[in-house]
Structure formats: structure tokens, C-alpha cells
């Protein structure tokens, strides 16, 4: 009779005492068994960014990863991330490193509460933020980035109102950008935007008088006014390659990677306390 106990599962903890070597050697076998892909959003830690085969923004990271041969997307990112790449990708199996990597502003809005607001408004046209739930994207007309949102936005006739979820910086921009008072928007945001102040802008800019000042449409409109340019992530870093002073309103992690991909340049993050908790839960073991 065969006595012998199967060896339990390493834990997190197991895998916390490992080198850093060790872990790369590990993640790339793993990988390769498989036949995975790791998806690094910008906003992810140095160390995860390095063991990315593609990095990007969320809907850019799920779009490239539909277009490979890959069995096992692995997104390291937050919830509605790996569900975008899910919506793209359904035949392909979609794992997070931590399911406690949520978004604030995703769960201002369910899908419940939406439909009243729908209710509400049985006219409007609902535009949402790609920064949303499945739940709540299938309760919408149109999805948009931040990249693309007040395009979208001018797609719809002047005379239709629209409700904006869940964001409501991008929405109050989207409206200052159009000109529109038709737009109703939710009352979410990005604490990592929201929370940057002017006050940090005006001390960056001060120290750094050569540098442009970048700002994310998901910061509040006082920073998007004093901005020389706003525009989405992927913007960003389109930019840091083409300049070379930049001051980025954004999360910590896109400066660290501008600045890991152009350490001559000058690349400031504007607030050294944009960092968001939940993207950095994400950690190589």
C-alpha cells in the first residue's frame, strides 16, 4: 500500500522567502507550461512591469493579449481589467495574481443602481468609462477610455442626454471639451486623481520650470486648467519619448516606468503620493 503524503502546495509565504531570481526562474517555467501571458498594467510595481510581456493601459493590454495565442491570461491589474480581457478573450482562462485588487471608482456604480438612474432618464444615451464592471458595462449604449471619451461623446446628436459613469472628472472634462449641458454625470472618481492638489502642481512646475505639465483626465478640473496637456496613460507614455522634461499627473507606477525606460530624461511624478493600494497588491511571489 502506498503510504506516502502528497507535498502541500507552497503558500504565499513560501514563495515570499524565495530570491528574486528564483521567482523570475519560477514565473518564466510557469509561463511557458501553460502557455500563458502576463498582462502589466502602467500602474503596476517596477517588478511586475519587468516580468510583463505586454504593458499598457487596460483595454490596450486586453486588446493585445486577444490577439495572441495564449491559453491562460494572466492580468496584473484590478477586477474589471481581467474582466475586459475575459469579454475580449472568452476562450481564454483569465487569472489575478490577488483577487483583492479592486477599484474604488468601479464600485461607486452597480448595475442596480444604474438601471434606477436609467429609469430616471429612459431617454439618455449611457456612455461608460472603460473603469467599470461587466455588470454595469452591459447596462450601457457605449463604452469609452480616456483616451477616446469625448469622441465618443460628439458621436452622439447634441439633443441627447447622456449619463457618464462612474467618473465624475472625466465627465465634467468630456463636458468642458464639448460644451455640452446635457451630460449627467456619476458621482464616482479615482481617489489616486482626485486626491492630487494644485498646490503639488504649482511646487513641481516651480522646481522644474523646463518641463511640460501632463495631467490625467481623471484628476479634478482646477489641475486639468493649470495642465499644458491632458491626455490617458497610453498618452503619457507616447509622450515621455518624445520630450524630454515631463511633470505626470498620474499614478507613481507610469513614472516609474517612463523613468526606467528614459533614465536620461527628466520625468517627475507631480504627487509622490499618487500611488494606488490596490494596483500594488500585486507583488512577484
Given at each position: 500500500m502506498n503510504t506516502s503524503k502528497t507535498k502541500p502546495l507552497p503558500t504565499p509565504l513560501d514563495y515570499s522567502a524565495l530570491s528574486r531570481e528564483e521567482l523570475l526562474e519560477r514565473i518564466r517555467g510557469r509561463k511557458e507550461e501553460?502557455?500563458?501571458?502576463?498582462?502589466?498594467?502602467?500602474?503596476?510595481?517596477?517588478?511586475?512591469q519587468d516580468v510583463s510581456d505586454y504593458l499598457g493601459d487596460s483595454l490596450g493590454l486586453s486588446q493585445e493579449a486577444a490577439e495572441t495565442d495564449a491559453d491562460i491570461i494572466v492580468f496584473c491589474g484590478v477586477h474589471f481589467m481581467a474582466e475586459t480581457a475575459k469579454i475580449l478573450s472568452p476562450e481564454k482562462k483569465v487569472l489575478m495574481p490577488d483577487?483583492?485588487?479592486?477599484?474604488?471608482?468601479?464600485?461607486?456604480?452597480?448595475?442596480?443602481a444604474l438601471r434606477k438612474l436609467k429609469a430616471q432618464y429612459p431617454e439618455a444615451v449611457v456612455v461608460t468609462y472603460v473603469?467599470?464592471?461587466?455588470?454595469?458595462?452591459?447596462?450601457?449604449?457605449?463604452?469609452?477610455?480616456?483616451?477616446?471619451?469625448?469622441?465618443?461623446?460628439?458621436?452622439?446628436?447634441?439633443?441627447?442626454?447622456?449619463?457618464?459613469?462612474?467618473?465624475?472628472?472625466?465627465?465634467q472634462y468630456v463636458i468642458d471639451q464639448t460644451g455640452r449641458n446635457n451630460i449627467i454625470p456619476w458621482d464616482g472618481y479615482c481617489y489616486v486623481h482626485d486626491d492630487m492638489v494644485l498646490e503639488e502642481?504649482?511646487?513641481?512646475?516651480?522646481?522644474h520650470p523646463e518641463a511640460l505639465v501632463v495631467v490625467h483626465p481623471e484628476a479634478?478640473?482646477?489641475l486639468l486648467d493649470r495642465a499644458d496637456v491632458v491626455t490617458s496613460t497610453s498618452g503619457m507614455v507616447r509622450m515621455a519619448g518624445e520630450h524630454d522634461a515631463l511633470?505626470?499627473?498620474?499614478?507613481?507606477?507610469?513614472?516609474?516606468?517612463?523613468?526606467?525606460?528614459?533614465?536620461?530624461?527628466?520625468?517627475?511624478?507631480?504627487?509622490?503620493?499618487?500611488?494606488?493600494?490596490n494596483m500594488k497588491l500585486n507583488t512577484l511571489p
Open positions: 501553460l502557455n500563458a501571458v502576463v498582462l502589466g498594467h502602467n500602474y503596476q510595481r517596477l517588478e511586475i483577487l483583492r485588487a479592486g477599484c474604488p471608482m468601479a464600485d461607486f456604480v452597480t448595475g442596480e473603469n467599470s464592471t461587466a455588470e454595469v458595462k452591459a447596462e450601457s449604449d457605449l463604452c469609452c477610455t480616456s483616451a477616446n471619451a469625448v469622441q465618443v461623446v460628439e458621436t452622439i446628436p447634441e439633443n441627447q442626454p447622456i449619463i457618464f459613469v462612474p467618473d465624475r472628472n472625466l465627465a502642481l504649482e511646487k513641481a512646475r516651480n522646481d479634478r478640473q482646477d511633470i505626470f499627473g498620474t499614478e507613481k507606477g507610469l513614472v516609474d516606468r517612463v523613468k526606467e525606460e528614459y533614465p536620461e530624461k527628466t520625468l517627475i511624478a507631480l504627487s509622490g503620493a499618487a500611488v494606488c493600494g
